[in-house]
């Protein structure tokens, strides 16, 4: 397909631009759908009358209805986004990239979105995007779905298209983090079980226990119940956070904090803090899956980007080996960069590199 696309964008690339044009337009209406055409317009930046022609094309083709709430994608529409979501990682070089990161970071499958989260905030909503069609490809009449907490989780389930396998849970990984309400793990569970018409487990206890507080409520026949249901998981969906800004999220007192930066933590992920190499240095005591219980789950998706994360989510994938990772390029060529430097000076350059990208 590749050789292909190549030369068609060589021989006739006014047929390519105008296919990335209207994937564009199907994908920004997808996420604001259902919107009126002068809303879609200002936010792409073109005018009524050059959106009108495009979208009036798409409606023949079957891609878009139209009524009086609004422009939305039809079925037919949405398969053809996600069919070219793949022709577009191959044109602008995508592709390569993910295979590079398969590679280095010894993962089974990699999705790349164009740009860096750091740089433009819209990227998440493709970070999110990716990551609920993967979900959907994977889920199966009476899974149980566990979610992390975090604000790129969370845009994976504002972004789950709507379907019905039935009697799917969703669960809360882990307790609580002290954030924002709309990002809690809980939150993400009931607004990703809405999007499904599935039930959902709520979990409310502290994200942070002392060993002794762990023990008591480990103990609860309420607590043990849910703990049981969360251990169910098939599928787990979650983020990655840089070592220190999560413990300060978490509020672990300064001591903590030091011991981590002493021993190196870059990245973290249930509650777990891994060094540049992916071994664990620190684990907090919490309620809900460990890395244990990833082993027998049928699919891992870890998503998260921005090219300030790459150490990061370089080291949680070591210590993880997600079944899919979702980054974006601003990640994932970080990432590479470092790697050739690694290759290129030899094992000693190595542990100096990941440690920078931290």
Known sequence: MKSLLTLQQRLVPDVIETMKGRFRILRQMYDMQPVGRRTLAQVMDTTERILRGEVDFLK????????SSGMRLTPLGESLLDALGEVMGILDGRADLERELRRVLGLRAVRVVSGDLDENPEVKGDLGFTAARFLREVLRRGDVVAVTGGTTVAAVAARMPPVHPGNILVVPARGGVGERMEYQANTIAADLAERLRAEYLLFHVPDRLSEEAYRSLAG??????????????????HGIGQAIAMAR?????????AVLEERGAVGEAFGYYFDRDGRIV????????GLGDLSGMRAVIAVAGGRGKAGAIAAVAKAVAPHMLVTDEGAA???LARYKGWEDQGEGAKTAEIHEIS
Do not use: N
């Open 60 to 67: 023949d083709q079957g891609l878009v209805a139209v009524d």
């Open 220 to 237: 609860e026949p309420q607590i043990a119940e849910k703990l049981q249901l969360i251990r169910q998981a098939s599928i787990v969906v």
């Open 249 to 257: 999220r978490r509020r672990l007192p300064p001591e903590e904090i």
């Open 282 to 289: 620190y684990q907090q005591h919490t309620l809900g899956l």
């Open 333 to 335: 060529r970080e990432i």
